[in-house]
């Protein structure tokens, strides 16, 4: 009942404006001109946003706190992704299991993720069934029930989760080591699972305190998405979530920010259970909520020309043209609430070396940071980019994923609606630029998974 997300490529790339003008560039061939996107705020301080799509008679309903494991306190990580855990538990109006069976009665699904800036909780059923979603959710949100009996064993469960999901896999233990040295001073260098020796530790004085600062509606987001409509949405949710009070009132999330990086560093791990190697490359980056202007959107277009798809400059040299990698890409994460990654990876093959590979990337990056882009490359990655956009319409959950991530980690609906503008003005000059500015070597980590008997070369 739990998912910890990592957003691996950002969730601006399933961006789409519901509501604005968008550039004739792509979206003038979108076969459905969509409702308006409401956005309100109960007087508890809860907002709402309303994404309103009649093709089937589904509703998600979602709620987001602005809560994630870059908020937990020192010696405490794993908390917020234990408590997406008790979350489940019983309240005093309903047992354990009770929210759930009454999903699965009425054919629905439920699941819930944690991540570095939030913590979600969804649930898609029929329309007529969203007043009893939003009662049982607003129920949790206060009324839980954590007792010592509750505590242990489900901290028991996220203990498994962490030897099943981290410890049993090398790609995971290298991810969690590149980041806790691609970090130096951020949270997010610590894995929103937790470390095994502070999750060990986790007690209910910890879990009630958690609860109480944060599970509060004036920390939280809903978004509903789906058969329904503002007016509805809001009736239902002055009834059920407008009963909850205001919580205590949250300082700014002020986090630890990243020094100034000045080194090149690598991490190697060398494991027997790796039969291919490989490589991948990061730098620390502005997100979409810490960019100047343009910056972001061009780190997105970068990303995309250079490691996108089979289309991009890497893959069609390294992979086609060359033959030496069996996969290469990039990866930009711009969902972040400060600071965020840019990524690029690969993998030899046959009998391509690792370090063939790692070249052939560093060249491809070389190129553009010296020679630039064409006006036509650009183009042709805008409309991929933004032909993703309208594919992204057919998933009601992927739209309420983007309203809620974006407004949890300081964004706004806005800056969603307007967002396809803004990719249209990135040009070939901006993009070289973004490239000379932020993927510099000097200050990169390069991370190495080796099969053991690699590890001495």
Excluded: C
């Excluded at 909780?121 to 007792?147: H, K």
């Excluded at 009132?249 to 791990?269: I, M």
């Amino acid at each position: 009942m739990t998912l910890i997300f990592k957003p691996a490529r950002l969730l601006f790339l399933l961006l789409v404006s519901l509501a604005g003008a968008l550039p004739a560039l792509a979206l003038a061939q979108a076969p459905v001109q969509p409702e308006k996107v409401e956005h309100f705020t109960l007087e508890n301080g809860m907002e709402v946003v309303v994404i309103p799509d009649h093709r089937a008679p589904i509703v998600t309903h979602m709620v987001w706190y602005k809560i994630g494991s870059a908020d937990e306190p020192a010696g405490k990580s794993g908390i917020a992704h234990f408590f997406e855990h008790l979350m489940f538990k019983g309240t005093t109006n309903h047992k354990a299991g009770e929210f759930g069976a009454r999903i699965a009665e009425i054919g629905g699904n439920e699941n819930a993720f944690t991540s570095y800036d939030y913590t979600a909780y969804f649930q898609s059923v029929t329309p007529a069934a969203l007043e009893t979603m939003m009662e049982f959710e607003a129920d949790r949100m206060r009324n839980l029930i954590l007792t010592d009996e509750v505590i242990g064993p489900e901290r028991d469960v996220i203990l498994e989760e962490r030897r099943s999901r981290i410890e049993s896999s090398p790609n995971a233990l290298l991810a969690e080591e590149v980041d806790a040295t691609l970090y130096q001073n951020h949270p997010y260098r610590v894995p929103v699972i937790g470390w095994m020796h502070e999750m060990e530790q986790l007690n209910r004085t910890d879990a009630v305190a958690f609860y109480d600062r944060y599970y509060a509606p004036n920390n939280a987001i809903l978004v509903v998405a789906g058969d329904t409509d503002a007016t509805t949405v809001k009736a239902l949710a002055e009834k059920t979530y407008g009963k909850v009070p205001h919580g205590p009132d949250l300082p700014a999330r002020e986090r630890p920010q990243e020094p100034e990086q000045n080194t090149r560093r690598t991490v190697t791990l060398a494991d027997p259970r790796v039969g291919v190697p490989s490589f991948q490359k990061s730098w620390v980056v502005p997100s979409y909520n810490r960019a100047e202007p343009g910056e972001a959107e061009a780190l997105d277009l970068l990303s995309e020309i250079l490691g996108g798809g089979t289309r991009s400059r890497i893959y069609q040299q390294l992979v086609v043209a060359q033959g030496t990698a069996a996969s290469a890409g990039a990866a930009y994460n711009g969902t972040s609430f400060d600071a965020s990654e840019f990524t690029l990876y690969g993998a030899p093959r046959g009998d391509a070396t690792l370090q063939q590979v790692e070249a052939g990337i560093d060249a491809e990056v070389l190129k553009v940071i010296k020679d630039g882009i064409t006006d036509i490359e650009l183009e042709k990655a805008k409309k991929r980019f933004l032909r993703s956009m309208i594919f992204a319409r057919d998933s009601q959950s992927g739209m309420a994923n983007i309203y809620g991530a974006t407004l949890a980690t300081g964004g706004s609906v806005d800056m969603i609606e307007k967002w396809p503008d803004e990719i249209a003005k990135v040009t070939p000059a901006r993009i070289q630029a973004v490239a000379a500015k932020y993927l510099n070597p000097d200050r990169s980590v390069a991370g190495y998974l080796l099969p053991e008997a690699d590890k001495k070369n």
